[in-house]
């Protein structure tokens, strides 16, 4: 039994007429007759009483012109889902984010523009470290992610900058470098390491830190670090208590406002905090190609607003 089978029973029992039916279905009525019968004689029961006038439904053709309607209409949602996967318009989306990225005001832009094009898609965000995401994306677990520094670069993946900011110094309100008659003076590298100071990330890895810390032994500089941690959000609550100075991107200085005071670092230094689309190389899932194709798009028209954000 397949659809077509389906269709043509469906058309005789809905214009009670075997002529009528073959009109509708653009048929002959012989081949349209044999198909009935042979449907009759697959399912092992009578459909239809045949009249002079026409054909009506037995009880079982009753019972089984629900069942086809079910059957067909199922079908035919089905075909819908999967025209809409095939373009990309329907299916899960898993994307991966650190939190630094999270507080970035460009990531509530971008997920609301993608919900609104792409409504039928399941978006599911996971945060973690950039290291995690990193290994996510190797083992399949994420479609794509965004992260700031990558700290590795696997053959495997393609890294794009979208856009890329400022760092800023963040410290606690009660610092000594936080009084308003010093806060519209950048610090230097030098301050910095006068400080305690707190560090994203472990030791030996690449990433905005790392490239912190090459910058300090350019200038012949020896930071002075008091503690390590693997997530922004923990950083910044060390420097609201007071444990030590640290380094970040200047969309985070919204964070603990109350608690810790934001510096300029001096441009000089050429310490910048991208935002990067890691994905992997020739991705077929659609939705994902969307995704990286609208965090394209958007950035091309992002525009600065407080410390100015560069384009990738």
């Given amino acids: 039994m397949d659809l077509k089978a389906l269709r043509y029973f469906i058309a005789v029992a809905e214009t009670g007429n075997m002529t009528r039916a073959a009109t509708l279905l653009g048929i002959q009525q012989p081949p349209l007759s044999q198909h009935v019968k042979t449907l009759e004689s ?38 819908q889902r999967m025209a809409r996967i095939a373009q990309g318009e329907s299916g899960a989306l898993a994307v991966g984010v650190t ?29 973690d470290s950039a290291t995690a995401l990193t290994e996510h994306l190797l083992s399949g677990s994420l479609h794509c992610a965004l992260l700031r520094v990558p700290i590795t670069r696997p053959d495997a993946l393609v890294f794009e900058t979208l856009l890329s900011e400022p760092v800023m110094v963040a410290m606690s309100s009660d610092h000594r470098y936080a009084s308003s008659a010093q ?40 930071p002075q670090v008091v503690a390590e941690v693997d997530r922004m959000m923990t950083n910044l609550s060390l420097v609201a208590a ?13 964070v603990h406002p ?12 050429g310490l910048e905090a991208p935002l990067t689309l890691v994905s992997r190389r020739e991705e077929d899932h659609l939705p994902a190609r969307h995704f990286a194709d609208l965090l394209r798009s958007l950035s091309l028209r992002e525009e600065p607003s407080g410390p100015p954000i560069r384009r990738g």
């Fill in 42 to 79: 697959e399912l092992g029961i009578v459909l239809f009483r045949r009249h002079p006038r026409g054909m009506a439904l037995t009880d079982a053709g009753q019972h089984f012109h629900h069942e086809a309607l079910r059957m067909l209409q199922h079908m035919e949602a089905m075909q």
């Fill in 99 to 127: 939190s630094s990225v999270l507080a970035h005001r460009f990531m509530p832009d971008a997920l609301r523009a993608f919900r609104r094009s792409y409504p039928k898609v399941e978006l599911r965000l996971q945060e």
């Fill in 258 to 269: 109350h608690a810790i005071c934001y510096r300029a670092l001096d441009a000089r230094h």
């Fill in 183 to 222: 806060r519209d003076r950048p610090l230097t590298l030098a301050q910095l390491c006068s400080e305690g100071m707190i560090l994203l990330g472990r030791p030996g890895e690449a990433g905005l830190y790392a490239d912190l810390l090459s910058a300090c032994e350019a200038l012949g500089l020896q």
């Fill in 242 to 254: 007071g444990v030590g100075v640290s380094v970040v991107p200047a969309s985070m200085n919204s």
